[in-house]
């Protein structure tokens, strides 16, 4: 499959899902791993996640300035994993914009806390994997589709 495809095939199995796992280096070493809910992808692949600066994923992305996110995608017996350079920001605007009143469960003070952030991804990489669409790279359909942004765009590499 062509990069076009790919990338639009990316973009259509994220849209249709609601929640990811976001995953990044964790402080003692390994992986820490949890279930989010993502804002929608943005032209640019960028995805921000609604958080708490005392939440565990905001130290570790500081630390590192990473993250992954996996979307599982059932229906298409597929994934996507978007990974990459992530910042922690504070983006009032963003919030007053997107706000709604399930956010205050997690943020009782409201989107002018500065204490509720965006974890704001801008993905390097991109793995794909969808078997109802055939994209099950050799050997035998164990590697996903790699995708990295280079300067130029996105482009295919080898797994």
Known sequence: METEQLLSLARKLIGELTFCVAATEAEEGGTSARVVQPSPL????TVDVLTNRRCRKVREIERT???????????DKG????????????????KRATWTDAHLRWNPKGP?????????LRPDRIEIWSAAHGVMPEPQGYSAALLVRHSSGWHQDAT
């Open 42 to 45: 943005r032209d640019d692949w």
């Open 65 to 75: 300035g990473r993250m992954t996110l996996i979307y599982q995608h059932d229906h």
């Open 79 to 94: 994934y996507v994993c978007l990974t990459g350079p992530t910042t922690i920001v504070d983006d009032r605007v963003r």
């Open 112 to 120: 002018e806390d500065p204490a509720t952030v965006y974890a704001r």
